[in-house]
């Protein structure tokens, strides 16, 4: 959980990255272009937000959710005894250039002034913090550490919120459900699945994220969302594997402490509708991780692999209100969901408290 990185996407420094980006000189990053009217209205939005000004307002937004989130989380695992192997490991942001981290040294104190305690430190410090980048030492032009920032399950996490509902008894689950539409209606809106059932309800949260495009045109609303595909690996620790996490700006991939095992993510393929592992980004992902820590984690032996759809707004802040009588959406958290998730799942219940 990241609770001080919550840089927006839309900014000066991506737009005057765009030119490579767009020709792919980047691996990292991949653009699908489309002539689709939701993808350039989607682009123009984004432009849009890539003013210093929206990005430094964009940028504390997502800060401030994120410390709402935080708060909500400690709540709601310490009512129900949720456990997710949650632990506050900090983290480092490591920047392989002096400009690029002149930038973050900006951006720290633009969120210094609104309570972030982030620390600016050198190479020979970040070694000192975590020792894993002893071999990378030379490389480093700086880095930004965090000591609150936070690692957890949350496949984990997912099972113990179901079992503390189960537990309350006012709760059923329909999985492997495939919704066809959704129904607004003031007063009792429905969903629809495919094979014809229909569940009524007081309110319908819309939380299905680059799904909820689909969903939300059901009854006529456009939502500014577009997928953005990540890649996640699983593997033992390495030789020099390190316990805090480690985001490489320059690489754009994270590791990530879990236990015994190491989770590795990254890449960002804009405008892809596929969830599949492609074998080609997938390698693309462990080349990255091994450029930035080679020692980090086994990367002939992965136990696992997985891509998802990050549903990424043009401000990079998750869409939460009302948009349709009786539906309520909670969708849009980009790559920060896991981040967000309490904080907005706390703005809409407050909403639906006031509706009430």
Same mark, same amino acid.
């Given at each position: 959980m990241s609770y001080a990185y919550t840089d927006a996407f839309a900014s000066p420094s991506t737009v005057a990255q765009l030119p490579r980006l767009l020709m792919g000189l980047d691996p990292a990053f991949r653009l699908s272009p489309s002539l689709d009217p939701d993808f350039l209205r989607w682009g123009i939005a984004f432009l849009r937000n890539a003013s210093a000004g929206r990005f430094r307002r964009n940028t504390l937004a997502g800060m401030m959710l994120a410390i709402e989130s935080r708060a909500a989380l400690d709540q709601l695992t310490q009512r129900h005894g949720i456990e997710f192997a949650r632990s506050a490991p900090g983290k480092l942001i490591l920047y392989r250039s002096a400009k690029s981290f002149a930038a973050a040294e900006r951006v720290a104190a633009m969120k210094a002034?609104?309570?972030?305690?982030?620390?600016? =430190?050198?190479?020979?410090?970040?070694?000192?913090?975590?020792?894993?980048?002893?071999? =990378?030492?030379?490389?480093?032009?700086?880095?930004?550490?965090?000591?609150?920032?936070?690692?957890?399950?949350?496949?984990?996490?997912?099972?113990?919120?179901?079992?503390?509902?189960?537990?309350?008894?006012?709760?059923?689950?329909?999985?492997?459900?495939?919704?066809?539409?959704?129904?607004?209606?003031?007063?009792?809106?429905?969903?629809?699945?495919?094979?014809?059932?229909?569940?009524?309800?007081?309110?319908?949260?819309?939380?299905?994220?680059?799904g909820s495009l689909a969903l939300a045109r059901s009854f006529g609303v456009r939502l500014p969302i577009v997928p953005m595909k990540g890649y996640s690996i699983t593997a033992a620790p390495g030789e020099a594997a390190p316990t805090v996490s480690i985001t490489d700006a320059a690489n754009r991939v994270v590791f990530a402490r879990l236990g015994n095992r190491m989770r590795i993510a990254g890449l960002a393929d804009l405008a892809r509708r596929d969830a599949a592992v492609d074998p080609r980004r997938l390698a693309t992902l462990i080349a990255s991780a091994r450029a930035a820590l080679p020692e980090a984690a086994t990367y002939d032996a992965i136990e696992s692999s997985w891509a998802g759809l990050r549903p990424m707004t043009p401000d990079s802040l998750p869409i939460t209100r009302p948009i349709a009588p009786g539906v309520i959406a909670n969708t849009g958290h980009g790559a920060l969901g896991w981040t967000y998730a309490a904080g907005s799942a706390a703005r809409v219940a407050a909403l639906i408290d006031r509706e009430d």
């Amino acid at each position: 959980m990241s609770y001080a990185y919550t840089d927006a996407f839309a900014s000066p420094s991506t737009v005057a990255q765009l030119p490579r980006l767009l020709m792919g000189l980047d691996p990292a990053f991949r653009l699908s272009p489309s002539l689709d009217p939701d993808f350039l209205r989607w682009g123009i939005a984004f432009l849009r937000n890539a003013s210093a000004g929206r990005f430094r307002r964009n940028t504390l937004a997502g800060m401030m959710l994120a410390i709402e989130s935080r708060a909500a989380l400690d709540q709601l695992t310490q009512r129900h005894g949720i456990e997710f192997a949650r632990s506050a490991p900090g983290k480092l942001i490591l920047y392989r250039s002096a400009k690029s981290f002149a930038a973050a040294e900006r951006v720290a104190a633009m969120k210094a002034e609104h309570g972030a305690k982030q620390s600016l =430190i050198d190479a020979g410090q970040a070694v000192a913090i975590e020792p894993a980048l002893g071999a =990378i030492r030379p490389a480093i032009a700086g880095a930004v550490f965090d000591r609150g920032e936070e690692v957890g399950d949350p496949y984990r996490f997912c099972n113990g919120a179901r079992a503390a509902l189960a537990a309350h008894g006012q709760s059923a689950s329909w999985f492997r459900t495939d919704i066809a539409a959704i129904e607004p209606d003031a007063r009792r809106p429905a969903i629809v699945a495919r094979d014809g059932r229909r569940f009524a309800a007081d309110r319908i949260l819309l939380c299905s994220g680059t799904g909820s495009l689909a969903l939300a045109r059901s009854f006529g609303v456009r939502l500014p969302i577009v997928p953005m595909k990540g890649y996640s690996i699983t593997a033992a620790p390495g030789e020099a594997a390190p316990t805090v996490s480690i985001t490489d700006a320059a690489n754009r991939v994270v590791f990530a402490r879990l236990g015994n095992r190491m989770r590795i993510a990254g890449l960002a393929d804009l405008a892809r509708r596929d969830a599949a592992v492609d074998p080609r980004r997938l390698a693309t992902l462990i080349a990255s991780a091994r450029a930035a820590l080679p020692e980090a984690a086994t990367y002939d032996a992965i136990e696992s692999s997985w891509a998802g759809l990050r549903p990424m707004t043009p401000d990079s802040l998750p869409i939460t209100r009302p948009i349709a009588p009786g539906v309520i959406a909670n969708t849009g958290h980009g790559a920060l969901g896991w981040t967000y998730a309490a904080g907005s799942a706390a703005r809409v219940a407050a909403l639906i408290d006031r509706e009430d």
